[in-house]
């Protein structure tokens, strides 16, 4: 399969998390901790209903698969998936009390640093390889990063704590690759609904009646959580973790302009240079895929991700 489909998947998945704000700001007088309940418990519903009505002879398929491996094999597909679960849930609840109770900006800058957190650990961890314009587009990262920290000590704090959560289930979904990836994220999802269940009764807020609560949540499950989590999960199948890493500057970018034109928060001169200089790291570090497509003139083929 042409690699085309792989990296559409991975920026469709952070182009439309970049509008997340839209979706999860009227919900800020909410306490963040519920948002993280209904979201995970309604996702779950929703993706067992979606794989029991439509998706049987896949899950049979990856049951069969699932007993043919090792008991090596079958070890190391269940501790990825769980582990993931746990770095899944752990990174929404951090990004919902930043966006809602800290600053579209932190929230913006958590997923500035996220590349670059995902690049360094899969170059540790998974071996990944580099070449030397993708270093020098992580070090142009880097420094973006320290300048959008100076004198934001609290946006960095929580944005760095929210980038390692995303960056570490990034790199240990990469080497999830035998079951079903939609499947995975299912189980990955009822995984954190188990842990989060015994909590609910005593640190949940009132059941929620308004009307918005519901049909903002509605738009998250389905918008901001199954199809992006699928297709970020899509595109870990045909390219790496440093790659799919990177397409995360997509997301911080539109929720920086939102940031500025639709919340009107205040930004500095110093914040949209530290942003002009993460578009520049992003054509270094893809310079190979665009050069290779200019000097070959094939266009980019918006391709079927099924």
Request: glycine share 2%.
């Amino acid at each position: 399969m042409k690699p085309n489909k792989f990296y559409l998947a991975a920026f469709s998945a952070f182009f439309i998390w970049g509008f997340f704000s839209l979706a999860l700001k009227p919900l800020h007088n909410y306490p963040s901790l519920d948002i993280l309940f209904y979201r995970v418990f309604f996702s779950v519903v929703l993706m067992i209903i979606i794989n029991v009505a439509f998706r049987r002879k896949i899950i049979l398929q990856n049951w069969n698969h699932f007993n043919a491996m090792t008991a090596k094999q079958k070890q190391s597909v269940t501790i990825l998936t769980l582990v993931g679960g746990v770095f899944l849930s752990s990174n929404w609840f951090v990004f919902i009390y930043v966006m809602n109770h800290v600053s579209v900006k932190a929230a913006s800058l958590a997923y500035m640093i996220c590349p670059i957190l995902t690049t360094i650990l899969a170059f540790f961890v998974l071996k990944e390889k580099l070449s030397k314009w993708q270093w020098f587009a992580v070090m142009i990262s880097a420094l973006s990063c320290v300048l959008l920290s100076l004198n934001h000590f609290e946006d960095i704090f929580y944005s760095l704590v929210t980038a390692a959560t995303y960056a570490m289930y990034l790199v240990s979904q990469r080497k999830n690759s035998e079951l079903d990836k939609f499947l995975i994220l299912t189980i990955q999802l009822i995984f954190t609904a188990i842990i989060l269940l015994p909590f609910y009764p005593n640190y949940s807020g009132d059941l929620p009646t308004e009307a918005l609560f519901y049909s903002c949540l509605l738009v998250i499950v389905v918008f901001f959580t199954i199809i992006p989590l699928f297709l970020n999960l899509y595109a870990l199948k045909g390219i790496n973790s440093s790659a799919v890493g990177i397409m995360i500057y997509v997301n911080p970018i539109i929720g920086f302009l939102l940031a500025i034109f639709y919340y009107h928060e205040n930004v500095s001169t110093l914040q949209l240079f530290s942003y002009f200089l993460i578009m520049i790291s992003i054509v270094v570090f893809n310079e190979k895929l665009i050069f290779s497509r200019k000097a070959s003139n094939i266009p980019v083929e918006i391709a079927d991700l099924k």
